[in-house]
């Protein structure tokens, strides 16, 4: 594997997503090296060796690293060589797009398919029929619920749609 893992923004910000932007750092040097343990890692990156474990269970839920066990002759303990999958990651990248694209989806559809109503103080937003069942009256506060424009909630989420299209890719 190869530092050219990163030459794609979308592999960039799904593997951000997933395991974090602090642990790129980690990814990149697993890229680099075949095979590494988690102590080496640690002090390479002058990180503590529980983030370290942290980070790699978070890659290896997600399928992108795998391990190799092997037992310490002189002191008995379990020593893990991780490596990266990297043929993997295309899967991890289309996985976010599409699970981004289906949350996204599902708040426009909420948003094109009622009407809401806000409260005057702002601690409540309610479909019609929440707020007319509680009297346009805040269950919160006791403050008037009045009718709220989402036009400009639908325009911000079909223009995240065409972010993720833009970042991720088609």
Same mark, same amino acid.
């Given at each position: 594997?190869?530092?050219? #893992?990163? =030459? ?6 799904? +593997? ?8 790129? !750092?980690?990814?990149?040097? #697993?890229?680099? =090296? *075949?095979?590494? !343990? ?9 990180? !503590? ?7 790699? &269970?978070? +890659? &290896? ?16 303990? &379990?020593? &893990?060589?991780?490596?990266? =999958? ?7 990248? *289309?996985?976010?797009?599409? @699970? ?5 989806? =599902?708040? #426009? !559809? ?16 309610? %479909? ?10 805040? %269950? ?17 989420? @079909? ?12």
């Amino acid at each position: 594997m190869s530092e050219s #893992l990163f =030459e794609s923004q979308a592999v960039v910000n799904a +593997l951000a997503e997933v395991v974090g932007a602090n642990s790129l !750092d980690l990814i990149g040097e #697993l890229a680099i =090296e *075949e095979s590494v !343990d988690e102590f080496s890692l640690a002090e390479r990156l002058g990180m !503590d060796v529980k983030v370290v474990r942290k980070v790699l &269970y978070k +890659l &290896y839920d997600n399928s992108l690293v795998k391990f190799k066990r092997f037992k310490d002759q002189d002191t008995g303990w &379990y020593i &893990y060589m991780w490596s990266l =999958e990297g043929n993997k990651v295309k899967h991890l990248v *289309e996985r976010v797009r599409r @699970e981004k694209i289906t949350g996204i989806r =599902e708040q #426009l !559809d909420r948003e094109q398919e009622h009407q809401f109503f806000m409260c005057e103080s702002g601690c409540t937003r309610a %479909p019609f029929e929440t707020a007319m069942e509680a009297g346009f009256v805040c %269950p919160h506060c006791g403050c008037r619920m009045d009718f709220q424009d989402n036009g400009h909630i639908i325009k911000q989420l @079909e223009s995240q749609l065409k972010e993720i299209e833009r970042t991720f890719g088609q």
